[in-house]
Nanobody, 119 residues
Framework: VQLVESGGGLVQPGGSLRLSCATS????????LYWYRQAPGKERELVAR????????FYGDSVKGRFTISRDNGENTAYLEMKYLKPEDTAVYLC?????????????WGQGTQVTVSS
């Protein structure tokens, strides 16, 4: 099982980034997808969630209206589109896949990608 995040980097306030989470080794279609973030000295924060079959989304209050989570089941990849970035969005962003139905209880994580918002 692999989850590999990419797309992070340094961006100015107000800018945009698109994170990708390329996965392999599990039945991607049967997994809810999550993006979390963790800043130094802070607790891990749920940023966004996308369910496996009905594509229901959830966003944390701090990113609502600015971030969009999506998935490509053909490419087994999750995405997080981030716009109007703020310095407080600086963190390591991690993707996670959590199984549903027959795959309930399976929980996979990537290593994370750093996003730094600074002028």
């Amino acid at each position: 099982v692999q989850l590999v995040e990419s797309g992070g980097g340094l961006v100015q306030p107000g800018g945009s980034l698109r994170l990708s989470c390329a996965t392999s080794g599990f039945a991607f279609r049967w997994f809810d997808l999550y993006w979390y973030r963790q800043a130094p000295g802070k607790e891990r924060e749920l940023v966004a969630r996308l369910t496996a079959f009905d594509d229901t989304t959830f966003y944390g209050d701090s990113v609502k209206g600015r971030f969009t989570i999506s998935r490509d089941n053909g490419e087994n990849t999750a995405y997080l589109e981030m716009k109007y970035l703020k310095p407080e969005d600086t963190a390591v962003y991690l993707c996670s896949a959590q199984g549903v139905r027959y795959y309930r209880g399976r929980d996979y994580w990537g290593q994370g990608t750093q996003v730094t918002v600074s002028s």
